[in-house]
């Protein structure tokens, strides 16, 4: 019955940048937003932790391993240590010597050329240390174009206390419990499920959007997800291929 459903009745989910445009560009880097930002996307996603001496920084795992030419982990190193890191040319050689950016970097690329932003905070941060990164947010007008998300459900809530006037979101990789309640009782406005674990619960959905929770879907990067998603109505879609997900919006 839904293959006849004509592709009209559909509306396109939002396209969300993963880790900028990770599927063009080394992922969460200065180029991977300015990429994302050129790409069609609604939002540019990216990762944040921070240094032994308390500097947020843009990286998605928890050590330097993977993504730059240095070893260590990220909270056990100073950013002195990181900031020359190479964070371009594990992805390919012309990005060699693209660095790994501080979140102040980062936010600025936003204040100077745009875009909103999804911002992911890795691990657990205190209320300080949110409330340090929301200075940063405000300090460069940007509290309208950013959404913050996690996770770690302490720190989902200190966003909440400390940068109430930021919409926030809480991933989950399993929809373990009841979805509604546990978005209603941490105040968030967006539910960001991996998109598989979703489509074992589709009901879930409609249930959220009905208590007035967005949901946002990760991490989709071929068609038929996108289809059965979009099916489904989320309301964007994390893809490491913003442009082709933007063009396949097209027919909606
Ligand atoms: O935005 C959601 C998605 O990025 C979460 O997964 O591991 O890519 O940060 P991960
Ligand atoms: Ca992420």
Redesign the pocket.
Request: no cysteine; charged share 30%.
């Given at each position: 019955a839904e293959a006849a459903e004509p592709a009209a009745a559909l509306a396109p989910a939002q396209v969300v940048a993963?880790?900028g445009y990770s599927g063009l560009a080394p992922e969460n880097t200065l180029v991977a937003i300015e990429a994302a930002r050129h790409s069609g996307a609604d939002y540019i996603?990216i990762?944040i932790d921070f240094t032994a001496d308390g500097v947020p920084v843009v990286i998605?795992d928890d050590t330097v391993d993977r993504t730059t030419d240095g070893t260590g982990a990220i909270r056990e190193m100073d950013y002195s240590e990181v900031r020359g890191l190479d964070a371009g040319s594990w992805f390919a050689p012309a990005y060699a010597d693209e660095p790994m950016p501080s979140l102040e970097q980062a936010l600025d690329s936003f204040a100077d050329q745009g875009g909103r932003l999804?911002l992911?905070y890795k691990g657990g941060w205190s209320a300080n240390a949110v409330a340090e990164t929301a200075d940063m947010i405000r300090d460069r007008g940007l509290a309208d174009s950013v959404m913050v998300?996690s996770f770690d459900v302490e720190t989902v809530r200190n966003l909440r206390a400390e940068a109430p006037e930021l919409p926030a979101g809480l991933?989950r990789s399993r929809l373990d419990g009841d979805p509604v309640a546990i978005a209603e009782e941490l105040g968030v406005d967006a539910y960001?499920p991996n998109a598989e674990r979703l489509l074992e619960r589709p009901e879930v959905v409609d249930e959220l959007q009905a208590a007035g929770i967005e949901v946002m879907a990760?991490?989709v990067n071929e068609a038929a997800g996108w289809q059965r998603l979009t099916e489904l109505g989320v309301d964007a879609i994390?893809t490491d291929h913003p442009a082709q997900l933007a063009g396949w919006n097209r027919q909606f």
């Open positions: 993963h880790r996603e990762d998605h999804l992911e998300q991933l960001n990760y991490t994390i």
